[in-house]
């Protein structure tokens, strides 16, 4: 039976929205250009972190760890986030696990894609007590998140903080190599490997390697065809990272398996590569294929069931596929890009995006992992436009002009 959302506007499922989405040109120009785009920037985060580590080496400061990214950012409404958050309150000061709920917070989705302040190289300021208190209102949202990368010992922090909250909740740990360094990479492994050994496999629910990947790969040879001979050796040097992964945890004799999969951008997942993992996270945003909000959450259901599912399930290990990315930026930094041709960036329009997509997805059985927790002011700072305001929380920690779906 329909809801009702927050604006008295009848709530619907994208099965019932009235204009069909199989029409939609998935592989259309405009998708490529915005994921490209996006591929662009990415490889100037690499390149420019590349850069930083020579001159940081040269002056004699000690480095280590690269960027986790996610696209995320700041909120205009927001401030600056804050480094002792005090939005969430406890019975017992001393123990996490006492925290007060919040009844705006409801448990309906199925995952949300996160990564705790400050864990870009080479800062990496992130703390535990800002991270038990993510922890604690995001299990008020979910029982499962997913991380980028393993650096800044994010791996650790969160299920430290899972531990100490004693909540329900299961970590998609990441990896996020870089094609042109191996050193990335292995640092990340061996800190997601500490992490398992301290603190077992009871809330690992996998370990993703590769973020987007193959689309930077891709656009910094100036290809776009991810099964094409280029592609094939992207995903070559990928699968590499993936098999020595899969071969370290295997190495620990665990009592469980632990899968291990990639991430990458919705129109770029190379066979070859789907061939050797268990799972597949695909990005997928209506708002960079300039689609309505209106019709953005059918266009999301429609493109993965038809571009990435049919695909992996025609696979011989038939890899189970998420979507490791979905939601709708709330602004924009600057006045020319708070639109993307038929909808603007807004919390209404999110609320929209809420209320037709989550509970549909739940019903239909759609893994997926909102975008995201919150907005980080580092991408607001950096990248402008709307990469700074995809959060469900401002980057204070407080929650935006929203209401979280009853599923």
Known sequence: MPLNNAYGQQQQGYTNVDQPYSNQPFTSSAWLEKEQSRGKRSKWIVIGTLVAVVIL??????????????????????????????????????????????????????????????SQYPECGNKLEDV?????????????????????????????AIKQTKVNMSVWLGNYPIPTDPTPYERQRDAIIDAIKTYGTDHVAGVTVGNEYILNWLTSNGADDPNSPIGNVGAQMLLANVT?????????????????????????????????????????????ANVS?????????????????????????????????????????DVG???????????????IFLD???????????????????????????FGGVEGHWGLFYSNRTLKDIKIPTC
């Open 132 to 160: 038990i208190t993510d922890i604690q209102l995001l299990s008020q949202l979910t029982d499962q998140i997913r991380l980028y990368g393993g650096d800044c010992n994010q791996s650790a922090l969160v299920l430290e």
């Open 293 to 333: 909000i209106d019709q953005s959450a059918g266009w999301v259901n429609d493109f993965f069931q038809e571009t990435n599912v049919a695909v992996a399930n025609a696979l011989p290990n038939q890899p189970k596929m998420f979507i490791a990315e979905t939601g709708w930026p709330t602004a924009s930094k």
């Open 57 to 118: 080496a040269a002056v004699g400061i000690a480095v280590g760890v690269t960027v986790a990214k996610s696209h995320s950012g700041s909120s205009t409404k927001s401030g600056s986030s804050s480094s002792s958050p005090s939005t969430v309150k406890q019975d017992d000061p001393n123990d996490p696990s006492t925290f007060q709920k919040d009844d705006r917070l409801v448990k309906s989705f199925y995952g949300i894609a996160y990564t705790p302040e400050n």
């Open 356 to 382: 037709t997509f989550v509970c549909q997805a739940n019903k239909n059985g759609t893994g997926y992992f909102f975008f995201e927790y919150f907005d980080e002011t580092w991408k607001d700072a950096q």
């Open 244 to 288: 020595d992964t899969r071969n370290a945890i295997e190495a620990l004799n665990l009592d469980k398996k632990i899968p291990i999969g990639t991430a990458d951008a919705g129109s770029f997942f190379n066979t070859e590569l789907l061939q050797n993992v268990d799972f597949g996270m695909s990005n997928i945003h209506a708002w960079f």
């Open 337 to 351: 890009n708070e639109s993307n041709g038929p909808s603007t960036a807004s919390e209404p329009n999110l609320q």
